[in-house]
């Protein structure tokens, strides 16, 4: 336990309101380098919001976000971009009227070095082959699957540290859903580390090391995934297996 | 334009007035441009940018007017080429810094509020610059210096000013220009990804701001070389010149397909076209050609010739 690895991401006591909703209500997490870490709950329960928070697009009125030990309270999203800190959105994000391949390179737009973006978006290919045989379609004809690989992958483009994924099993076939996860899974074992939001808890705690459940904008609990599967608060209000 | 020449050949005059149309067309386009991509990023109609485009008049107005000498026994003061090139970059960079200024302080505080507030804001700043150019440059019109011999060049059976063609051929380079830089560059790319949704754009660490003020440098920049071409070839410069002139290319761009480049162009040509060939045949109507065409477009075909109905499925 005395070498558990670095802490990558760290939110302590967030607060983020909406008007005078309190949506966030002094959330406080942490991911650890290598790590899958969940993020269940259900509908409307803040998890969108606490990714919105960590990537700099909302700002949360009180609380501190360390990446990478530095405080990123206020930074701008484009900027943490290139410090690694990559968000796939929830409703995938594709330019309908960009390319395939466009769209992947857009998910470059902050590095400068092309013989590594080349070979990246080989590395996509490679990954999703069908996002190759339509690398000159537009994003818009992309069936939903298609587009989640293509969030995916251009999300990798950016060469992530810390990937935040945000549904990305939302409106997916469960084939597909195998599909993604199995990539996620390929991700980290890579060495990415990643923050998934879902709603399908049975998914999400198997693909990851540990999981928060979120209710009304406040962790209610968290732990191990594995024991989470079992717990029976869980297993009642997310796996659908009443007790 | 030029007057029509002595022919009953009807198929010649119609062509005359294609010709002719198609340099007013030009100009259309070139501002028409400037609507269609601030539309397309921040689907604001961006009515202080026909004041850019008087600006751009002025602004080459000026060094040319300075610049420029009386030649011998001549009556109206001539400029030399190069002083042309000046004009045309200070116009050029003037206005560009004009527009990323009017977005900075004007749009930008409002871009989450009503599409209603920032258009309203709009016609405050179109209003705003049309007095201070009655303030500064005067309410008596100016005239630019002559920097052509204005004859006509034959081509088959018409004749095009020169100076007809001047605007056709920089209309074209400028807009085709525009478009590749558009479709083909990274920061291009960056422009169509905003245009679609800025907070995922963001997420692609795009700057957003950067790219919006980038887009009104474009734009802005494009109304000044319209700008000064019109003041080069109808030298009457008046601080309320963008007015009608900026109605028409906004036209233009309805016309065309709002968001689209190419559509920009596309409806310049066809409006600058329809008015001559109206003007040919009655001159007061050829005014009101633009706003019939923009209401037949808004009742037939409200997303325009090349423009997108609606959203594609995310």
Known sequence: MSDAPATLLDLKDVNVFYGAIHALRGVSLEVRQGEVVTLI??????KTTTLAAICGLLKPRSGEIRYGGESIVGAAAHTLVGRGLVMAPEGRGIFPALTVQENLLLGAYSRRDKPGIARDLQRGFDIFPRLAERRSQKGGTLSGGEQQMLAIARALMAQPRLLLLDEPSLGLAPLVVQTIFATVDAINREGVTILLVEQ?????LKHSHRAYVLESGQIQFSGASAALRNDPRVKAAYLGEGT | MLPLLETSDLATRLLQQCANGVAKGSVYALVAVGYTRVYGVLQLINFAHSDVYMLGAYFSYYPAKWLGYMPEGAEKPKVPFYVLGLAFLFAVSACAATGMLIERLAYRPLRNASRLSALITAIGVSILLQNVGQMVFGADPKSFPRYMDQESVALGP????????????????MVGALHLFVQRTRTGAAMRACSHDMRTAGLMGVNVNATVSLTFALGSAMAAVGGMLIAMDQPRLTPTMGLLAGLKAFVAAVLGGIGSIPGAALGGLLLGVAESMVGAWNTTYADAVAFVVLVVVLLVKPSGILGKSGREKV
């Open chain 1, 200 to 204: 399908n808890a049975h998914v999400a």
């Open chain 1, 41 to 46: 709950g259900a509908n409307g329960a803040g």
């Open chain 2, 158 to 173: 018409i004749a095009v000013a020169d100076t007809s063609l001047v605007i056709i051929v920089v209309a074209a380079a």
